[in-house]
């Protein structure tokens, strides 16, 4: 089991920045394809970032350019820069682990609120 706990989230003005962090159990992190989701409210959760264990990376198109995922193995923190933000990207982001050592699984953390408002 592993466990993921998200934080960082809070009101931002359109045109700011956020940074959310995800802290994941384990010692296996290093092994962990790892991943940034979004659900907002009365929508579907999309799937935006996501960094494998051999740090290769995919952007949704919403947020390509603008939000930037990374991560430290030594912290077991994955990390979403998110710059340039607009009231469309206000939502719920929560951090999950598809795939450790080539195996797929399911773990997601509580989410933190992202709202982006004037």
């Known amino acids: 089991q592993v466990q993921l706990v998200e934080s960082g989230g809070g009101l931002v003005q359109p045109g700011g920045s956020l940074r959310l962090s995800c802290a994941a159990s384990g010692s296996a992190f290093s092994f962990y394809d790892m991943g940034w989701s979004r659900q907002g409210s009365g929508q579907e959760r999309e799937l935006i970032a996501t960094i494998t264990s051999s740090r290769v990376k995919f952007y949704a198109d919403s947020v390509k350019g603008r939000f930037t995922i990374s991560r430290d193995n030594g912290k077991n923190t994955v990390w979403l820069q998110m710059n340039s933000l607009k009231p469309e990207d206000t939502a719920v982001y929560y951090c999950?682990?598809?795939?450790?050592?080539?195996?797929?699984?399911?773990?997601w953390g509580q989410g933190t609120q992202v709202t982006v408002s004037s």
């Open positions: 999950n682990v598809h795939r450790i050592r080539g195996i797929y699984v399911d773990y």
